[in-house]
Nanobody, 125 residues
Framework: QVQLVESGGGLVQAGDSLRLSCTASGRTFSPYFMGWFRQALGKEREFVSAIRWGSGDTYYGSSLEARFTISRDNAKNTVYLQMNSLKPDDTAVYYC??????????????????WGQGTQVTVSS
């Protein structure tokens, strides 16, 4: 069983940056994907970004306008989400997740096996 712990959320102003971290622990850790999703109040969970753990290939949600960057540190079992030029619409709980197997649907929550508890990001205008 993989445990995921997110950190780095907080309250910022529009235009600011934040970096989220997600560290995995467990007996063995070798996911296929690690991903970030977000869920705003009253809305469905939305795909933000994913990274192939082995190759480092990255994928992003279409609404992000290249403001976010995902990266990983294999040695630390940690994935990061650098978020720049934050907007009030980015306000949400951000979750990291792991997927043990390949899927063409890397942007679907159903592909992921384990989830963190979430970290709140609030962007004020």
């Amino acid at each position: 069983q993989v445990q995921l712990v997110e950190s780095g959320g907080g309250l910022v102003q529009a235009g600011d940056s934040l970096r989220l971290s997600c560290t995995a622990s467990g007996r063995t850790f070798s996911p296929y994907f690690m991903g970030w999703f977000r869920q705003a109040l009253g809305k469905e969970r939305e795909f933000v970004s994913a990274i192939r753990w082995g190759s480092g290939d990255t994928y992003y949600g279409s609404s992000l306008e290249a403001r976010f960057t995902i990266s990983r540190d294999n040695a630390k079992n940690t994935v990061y989400l650098q978020m720049n030029s934050l907007k009030p619409d980015d306000t949400a709980v951000y979750y990291c997740a792991t997927a043990q197997h390949w899927s063409a649907y890397y942007n679907s929550p159903g592909t992921y096996d384990s989830w963190g508890q979430g970290t709140q990001v609030t962007v004020s205008s």
